[in-house]
Structures are given as C-alpha cells and as structure tokens.
C-alpha cells in the first residue's frame, strides 16, 4: 500500500493550510495510507547542532517526536509539505522538524547511504497578502529539504491573500484537481 505524509506547519485546526490540505485529500483514492504530522502537536526539539548523527548512522541524541517521525518519513512514497507563511518562512515548529532531519542528511552524505528509490513531494503554502515571488525563501528551504529525503517536487501549490479573500478554494479549484490526479497517478 502507497503512503503519504502530510508535514503540517499550521497551528490552526480550523486554519487555511487545513482547509487546502482537506480538499486536496478529498478526491484522494482510499487505497493510500495517510498520515498527518501536525507539528504544533508534536514535541520536536530544534536541533542543537551537537554533531552526534555524524557519528552514529540514522540517530538523533535526543529523543522526542522526531523518533517516529524519521521512520515515516523514510517509508512514505509522498510528501506533502503544508504551511502558511510566518514572516517569509516556515513557523518555528516545522523549522524545527526539517532542522532535524540532519540525521537523514548525514545518513545520506556523510554515512552515504543513498536510496535509489525517489519520492514525490508536493509543497502547499498560504500566506495572508501578497507579494511578488512572496514564496520563494519557502520553496528554496522546501528544496533542500527535499533533497535530503529524495524527494523531487511533483506539485506546487501557492495561495495568497488568505487574510483577505476566502475564495480561495474555488480559485485554486483546477490546481486542486491537478494535485488531486498527480497524487492519485503516483499510487496507482
Ligand atoms: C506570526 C505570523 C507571521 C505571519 N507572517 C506572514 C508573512 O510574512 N506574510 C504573509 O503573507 N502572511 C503572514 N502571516 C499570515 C498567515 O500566513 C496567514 O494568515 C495564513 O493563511 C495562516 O494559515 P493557517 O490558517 O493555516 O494557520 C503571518 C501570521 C502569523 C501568525
């Protein structure tokens, strides 16, 4: 069975990211594995840079959430990145968890242990106004994230604005369905 991750940076239930996140997974084939990492929800430490996953293959030296975390994050088949925009970036939880995967980096260069195996990654970004190229610092943090996992970006999906027009839903509905048929070819 196909697995998906859904890396959720919004501290909002109710909130904008969830809302995309929901009416993407709507039209999703139920044969797919789904699981969500909120990480408001999470405990996740910001990495303290004590260079212990340089030594020891695939471990952290602390031990929270991200224990869990690393595991899902190397089975699934695709990852959808989900946040809103603070202050041009990720919120602080979800820098943290990608700080974090040091681990996976260090597996991956310093250990070289590759995986052959590519993953499909789908970034999903809202900020409340609007600016030209406003997503960029996100995507460039997103892309070297993904390229720690192995991941290539299948899907992009921008909305601004959030703060001032609810529409976006039907906006973005044909970028919806796109991400809906990427998603539902990959797990075939
Ligand atoms: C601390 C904080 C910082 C924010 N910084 C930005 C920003 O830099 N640019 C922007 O367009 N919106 C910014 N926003 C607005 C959010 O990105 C926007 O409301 C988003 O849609 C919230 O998503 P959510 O409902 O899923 O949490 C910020 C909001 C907060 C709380």
Known sequence: MKKIIIINGSPNKEGHTNKIVDSILEG???NVEIKHINCYDMNIN???DCKYCSKVLGEC?????MTDIYKHIQECDIIILASPMYFGMFPSPLKSLIDRCQVLWSKKFIFKQNTKERKQGIFIFNGGSSWNNMFNPMETIGKYFFNTLN??????LYIDNTDINYNY???????ILRC????NVEVH
């Open 28 to 30: 999703i084939n139920p």
């Open 46 to 48: 910001p990495c303290i």
């Open 61 to 65: 030296s602390i031990k929270d959430s």
């Open 151 to 156: 991941c290539d970006i299948s899907f992009k």
């Open 169 to 175: 839903i039907n906006k973005h509905y044909d970028d």
């Open 180 to 183: 809906q048929n990427m998603i």
